[in-house]
């Protein structure tokens, strides 16, 4: 995922203002994500929310890169493949759905643990933080190719 991140950054970089500021909240995300991915409960019976602000913010910042997406990143792209031609109008139209299904599996991780205490127990944290990580990685690669089209040169 950090690899993609740092071809994004490269390839669109400095191009528009939203998207640096998109890819600034994902590589925030990423942060955070990789951190907290490294926490690994030794008795998973007795196990405590590792560091209760730690998942606090990451679900704060994973609500703000979604809500970026939905309310301002994916209007502009639809403007801009509406300007594109119907190719892009097309792939925008079956990449949004896609896009969806990472959303609604984002959301239930952040319902389920933006207002954790820290003395619940963590049952599923793990497999429900590797969930998320298999989302985010579509989402990325469904974002970077709509992101593409925006930039690529072809029209019909």
Known sequence: ???????????????????????????????????????????????????????????????????????????????????????????ASELYPRISETTDTALDFNDKYAEVNKNDLLNDFDKDLSKLGEALELRFELEDELIDNLYSNHTD
Request: charged content about 25%.
């Open 1 to 91: 995922m950090l690899t993609r991140l740092e071809k994004a950054q490269k390839k669109w970089g400095g191009s528009h203002t939203v998207i640096d500021k998109w890819l600034a909240e994902r590589q925030e995300l990423l942060v955070l994500y990789c951190r907290i991915a490294g926490f690994s409960p030794y008795d998973k019976k007795d196990q405590a929310l590792p560091d209760q602000l730690q998942i606090q913010s990451f679900c704060q910042i994973l609500m703000d890169y979604l809500s970026a997406g939905h309310f301002e990143i994916y209007d502009n792209i639809a403007k801009a493949c509406e300007q594109k031609g119907p190719k892009s109008q097309q792939l």
